[in-house]
């Protein structure tokens, strides 16, 4: 099936620092989302993309739809600690059948006060 | 508007036994997706469902299976249950589930099962 590569897997940063991950598929998706999910919950969507380049922010938070379509990154800024959690990227894929997200495996953020 | 809603939130079955948990779309959703969440895995795609029918399956065997209502709630059930069977059950619904108008295939989560097989 297919594969959605997530990094970095785990990032340990101070409050107030800005944080970057992005995510790169092996065919190209139409559509991008991110997701936060906390210890216990759901993943709770950030930010959806749905056209190339596409550059969209959610308060701190700013994701980009790559030009190629096979990736996206998200940032956070000035990161506060209520940020710790698990963000996912996932996707729809151009041959997708309908119905299925592919999802990463997920960046692990811890933040110190 | 409320959210997607699961219920129950918490369960704890035994080696054999079947188990049956619910998911509640966003009002006005029509699909409803379901996945298996692991450490090991990750997100698993198991199943979709639209207007009462099964349109997407993912690499399950055949004890995992599930069915829409008409008014869009979706059950799924996990018959003689195994020890990997352990996991958070997730469902997710959207407007439609297909690739028409811009966001309306955008999966909305609900809080999750998690499911202890002992």
């Known amino acids: 099936g297919q594969q959605l590569n997530q990094s970095p897997q785990s990032m340990f940063i101070q409050e107030g620092e800005d944080v970057s991950m992005n995510c790169t598929s092996s065919s190209i998706f139409n559509t991008w989302l991110w997701y936060k999910q906390d210890p216990g919950e759901g993943p709770v969507l950030l930010i959806a993309l749905y056209k190339a380049g596409e550059l969209t922010s959610n308060g701190r938070l700013t994701a980009q739809f790559g030009i190629t379509r096979k990736d996206s990154f998200l940032n956070i800024s000035a990161s506060i600690p209520s940020d710790v959690g698990i963000y996912f990227c996932a996707g729809y894929d151009r041959g997708s059948t309908l119905g299925r997200l592919y999802f990463g495996r997920g960046t692990q953020l811890t933040v110190w006060p | 508007k409320a959210g997607v809603t699961q219920t129950p939130r918490y369960l704890i079955k035994t080696r054999g036994q079947q188990v049956t948990l619910s998911c509640s779309p966003i009002s006005g959703h029509r699909s409803v997706s379901w996945y298996q969440q692991t450490p090991g895995q990750g997100l698993q795609f198991l199943f979709e469902?639209?207007?009462?029918?099964?349109?997407n399956k993912g690499n399950f065997p055949g004890r995992f299976s599930g069915r829409q209502f008409s008014n869009s709630r979706s059950e799924m059930n996990v018959s003689t249950l195994e020890l990997g069977d352990s996991a958070l059950y997730l469902c997710?619904?959207?407007?439609?589930?297909?690739?028409?108008?811009?966001?309306?295939?955008?999966?909305?989560f609900g809080p999750g099962t998690r499911l202890t097989v002992l």
């Open positions: 997710a619904s959207s407007l439609k589930g297909a690739q028409g108008a811009l966001g309306t295939d955008t999966q909305y």
């Open positions: 469902y639209f207007s009462e029918t099964q349109r």
